[in-house]
């Protein structure tokens, strides 16, 4: 059975650093395309950044760009997002997800199965 595990989330101040970690067990991540949504309170859930499977190709959404880098270590199974300058609107929970990574953005974004907890990021003074 597909699992995925969300981690490295926290309470952060604006400006600071974390790095979220998405270990995907259950499938082989070489064959997925593999991104970062997040959800805050009261808003939909929206695509953040994503890579593709068969190249280091990446989409970031325009609100995160030049703050946040997405990576993967496929032998390992798990996709990283580095997340630096963040600020209070950054705060959300993430979640790791598959779908279709192009330039022109991700779509087609899902989980391999339902949904997971994923990861709590506050950016608070």
């Known amino acids: 059975q597909v699992q995925t595990v969300e981690s490295g989330g926290g309470l952060v101040q604006p400006g600071g650093s974390l790095r979220l970690s998405c270990v995907v067990s259950?499938?082989?991540?070489?064959?997925?395309?593999m991104g970062w949504v997040r959800q805050a309170p009261g808003k939909e859930r929206e695509g953040v950044s994503c890579?593709?499977?068969?190249?280091?190709?990446?989409w970031y959404a325009d609100s995160v760009k030049g703050r946040f880098t997405i990576s993967r270590d496929n032998a390992k199974n798990t996709v990283y997002l580095q997340m630096n300058s963040l600020k209070p609107e950054d705060t959300a929970v993430y979640y790791c997800?598959?779908?279709?990574?192009?330039?022109?953005?991700?779509?087609?974004?899902?989980?391999?199965?339902?949904w997971g907890q994923g990861t709590q990021v506050t950016v608070s003074s």
């Open positions: 997800a598959t779908g279709r990574c192009a330039d022109s953005g991700y779509t087609s974004v899902g989980p391999f199965g339902s």
């Open positions: 259950g499938v082989s991540l070489e064959s997925y395309d």
């Open positions: 890579n593709r499977h068969r190249s280091d190709d990446t």
